[in-house]
């Protein structure tokens, strides 16, 4: 999984897989899922991420836990 923030955008995205997306379904508040050729799920776009907490100029944290992991 990559993240990626734009600050010019104000744009949030998360690739899960490297997939082309083939379909876009905007959800109401301003996300974006994006799904590939099987129909999972390839990327998630989070608009105005700053106006809603999720990221803040030149700041992105990530905390990944694996499962069973304590």
Same mark, same amino acid.
């Given at each position: @999984?990559?993240?990626?923030? +734009?600050?010019?955008?104000? !744009?949030? *995205?998360?690739?899960?897989?490297?997939?082309?997306?083939? +379909?876009?379904?905007?959800?109401?508040?301003?996300?974006?899922?994006?799904?590939?050729? +099987?129909?999972?799920? !390839?990327?998630?776009?989070? *608009?105005?991420?700053?106006?809603?907490?999720?990221?803040? @100029?030149?700041? !992105?944290?990530?905390? *990944?836990?694996?499962?069973?992991?304590?």
């Amino acid at each position: @999984m990559r993240i990626r923030y +734009d600050p010019e955008a104000d !744009v949030l *995205l998360l690739v899960l897989r490297d997939s082309p997306p083939v +379909d876009a379904i905007e959800e109401p508040g301003g996300v974006i899922v994006s799904y590939g050729e +099987d129909g999972e799920p !390839v990327s998630v776009e989070f *608009l105005n991420a700053s106006v809603r907490g999720l990221a803040q @100029m030149g700041e !992105v944290s990530v905390t *990944l836990q694996t499962q069973g992991a304590q």
